[in-house]
């Protein structure tokens, strides 16, 4: 049976003085989440939000002061221990959807829409996420300054995932050696794009792979997959071999 949200929030330690605890921080954090969920953007929409469900909100929460101000919400969440709160967030994720063992792992970096503000000298926001297919949920992510810093933020998303039989996928920028071990030592196994970023790897492929073809790989263990599609007024045929064997 999975665990209430409080049960995996609570260890996030409460910023504020004493003083200035006019609503419990459990309170806060829930109605935030709730309010994610369902769609809001912004401190003032949680808001509306919570004043719309709050009878609702009352059937689970204690709210002696009512629903908390946008302000004061703004304020929490700024004075939080942003690890913390992944680690419980994670946690509750996890808890709800199940493990990664065994399963797909995407890894992918993605530059968040509109997230780039230039009048405040903002740059645009990048997150390495690990996405469970089977789950349809994303089980960790990683915030870096930009495409070139995924190599970094990889190994540090794989740490927090449960690789034991599991298949990762990473694009080209995830194809280094050290990234490729990390999920090996962790029980898994991978899948990875090769680019011109490994020029010397990507062109081993590229020969070994056409030589084999020409010859219809003979006495090379290979298996092969075909489609094809007709669409936008064009026939495609997409063809793709695999192998263990490369020399």
Not at 35 to 57: N, Q, S, Y
Not at 167 to 187: L, P, Y
Not at 222 to 234: F, L, N, V
């Amino acid at each position: 049976m999975a665990a209430s949200i409080w049960e995996h929030f609570s260890v996030i330690p409460d910023p504020r003085v004493d003083r200035t605890k006019l609503h419990k921080l459990e309170n806060i954090l829930v109605i935030v989440l709730c309010a994610v969920i369902c769609g809001t953007e912004t401190w003032v929409d949680i808001v509306d939000f919570a004043r719309a469900k709050e009878a609702w909100l009352r059937t689970f929460l204690e709210l002696p002061h009512g629903i908390p101000s946008h302000d004061t919400f703004g304020r929490v969440f700024a004075a939080l221990d942003v690890r913390a709160f992944e680690g419980a967030f994670q946690s509750w994720i996890l808890d709800l959807a199940g493990t990664s063992e065994g399963k797909l792992i995407a890894i992918d970096g993605k530059t968040i829409r509109r997230s780039l503000d230039r009048a405040s000298g903002r740059a645009a926001i990048h997150l390495v996420s690990a996405w469970v297919h089977e789950n349809h949920a994303a089980f960790g992510q990683r915030a870096v300054e930009g495409k070139s810093n995924e190599i970094t933020a990889i190994p540090k998303l794989l740490e927090m995932l449960d690789l034991r039989k599991a298949t990762v996928t990473i694009d080209a920028m995830g194809c280094q050696k050290d990234i490729a071990q990390k999920v090996v030592d962790r029980g898994g196994q991978y899948v990875l794009a090769v680019k011109a970023n490994q020029g010397t790897l990507h062109e081993d492929i590229r020969l070994f792979l056409e030589d084999a073809i020409e010859r219809d790989f003979q006495g090379v263990e290979h298996d092969s997959y075909e489609q094809t599609e007709k669409g936008h007024g064009r026939l495609e045929t997409r063809r793709c071999w695999t192998t263990r064997q490369i020399e």
